[in-house]
């Protein structure tokens, strides 16, 4: 069964410095998600993407987040300037259709720890 | 967009039924009811979907009354690793609640 990946699993940097996390969705899905939870706290929204636009995102998702598809493979989140409340498990989804019968496949998340 | 409503926390112990509500009481017309589970350190996973009546899968079985303003996710005879968190989620909604910590006790 195709699975939704992320890179990398874990990663510790410092206040103020920009991280990248990447994912790879489930080849056929042509909508892409990225979501966040705090430890301890629930799945947040942060933006969903569509024919490389953005289609909707969250308050959360401010002028220091920008998501891009490269390569038409790797979906990626880039986080510019770090604060320590961006410390979160970072989850990649990806769905083939926004129809009502819409079902997110999620990847394993990315732990980010900012110092 | 429909908001749920579902229990903080559960618990139950091995080889019950355990039953998980939902509240929906804005559902649109075209709203499917989607249920996920959760487990620490793990991204959501897709448990089963459906619109009305009864669904069944591998894993669990969802009940959904005519009216929809309400669904109720089954897990036959749990174990231990049914331990997690589940969420309800209808249409096309982006937004988890704090789904439902279900702790299956031995």
């Known amino acids: 069964e195709p699975e939704v990946t992320q890179t990398p699993s874990h990663q510790v940097t410092q206040m103020g410095q920009e991280v990248i996390l990447r994912c790879v969705p489930i080849?056929?899905?042509?909508?892409f998600y990225w979501y966040r939870q705090i430890l301890g706290q629930k799945v947040e929204f942060l933006v969903s993407?569509?024919?490389?636009?953005?289609?909707?995102k969250s308050e959360i998702f401010d002028d220091q987040f920008s998501v891009e598809r490269p390569d038409g493979s790797n979906f990626t989140l880039k986080i510019r300037s770090t604060k320590l409340e961006d410390s979160a498990m970072y989850f990649c989804?990806?769905?083939?259709?926004?129809?009502?019968?819409?079902?997110?496949?999620f990847g394993p998340g990315t732990r980010l720890l900012v110092l | 967009l429909a908001k749920t409503t579902q229990p903080i926390s559960m618990d139950s112990y091995e080889g019950q039924e355990v039953n998980i509500t939902c509240s929906h009481n804005?559902?649109?017309?075209?709203?499917?009811i989607t249920w996920y589970q959760q487990f620490p350190s793990q991204g959501p996973r897709f448990i089963i979907q459906?619109?009305?009546t009864k669904v069944t899968n591998e894993v669990a079985s969802l009940f959904i009354p005519a009216d929809r303003k309400s669904s109720t996710l089954s897990l036959p005879r749990v174990s231990l690793s049914d331990t997690a968190v589940y969420y309800c989620?209808?249409?096309?909604?982006?937004?988890f609640g704090p789904g439902t910590r279900l702790s299956v006790l031995p």
């Open positions: 080849s056929n899905h042509l909508y």
């Open positions: 993407f569509y024919n490389n636009e953005i289609s909707e």
């Open positions: 989804a990806g769905s083939h259709t926004r129809s009502g019968e819409e079902t997110q496949y």
């Open positions: 459906g619109y009305k």
């Open positions: 804005n559902i649109a017309t075209n709203d499917y």
């Open positions: 989620l209808v249409g096309q909604n982006f937004v």
